[in-house]
């Protein structure tokens, strides 16, 4: 396995040699290779070329963020739940404080209601 590593990685190198000036003293099997690398550095070299941009072509803007609007709708939340949970706890502490307590219905129970005694 290692000799089949050993023949791609050479040619490989044959192939992406620089100082390459011909195909011909390539082994056949590097050749089609090296002509496609060369190709490709054409092709980049040609990409790399000055072009100008089509006349009143500009780059789409992008949407506004709203960064405001998760601030905004959370502070709205937690200011509905204190509202409920005051709302709540005033109703809750009334109404305790409307009933009598127990031990007050026990002693007006047990107690004769006689004015006179």
């Known amino acids: 396995m ?3 590593y ?3 990685e050479r040619m490989l190198n044959q192939a992406t040699d620089s100082g390459r000036e011909s195909f011909d003293d390539l082994e056949p099997e590097a050749r089609p290779l090296a002509e496609a ?4 550095g054409r092709l980049l070299e040609t990409a790399q070329s000055d072009v100008e941009p089509a006349i009143g072509w500009t780059a789409p803007r992008s949407a506004p963020r709203r960064r405001w609007l998760l601030p ?3 502070a709205a939340l ?5 509202v409920g949970v005051v709302v709540t706890w ?5 109404q305790i404080a409307k009933q009598p307590e127990r031990n007050d219905i ?3 129970n047990s107690q ?5 005694e």
């Open 106 to 108: 026990r002693l007006a």
């Open 72 to 74: 905004t709708v959370a």
């Open 90 to 94: 005033s109703l809750s502490t009334k």
């Open 112 to 116: 004769p209601n006689h004015p006179g």
């Open 6 to 8: 050993d023949k791609l």
């Open 2 to 4: 290692s000799q089949y």
């Open 78 to 82: 937690a200011a509905s739940l204190l």
């Open 37 to 40: 690398w060369d190709a490709l």
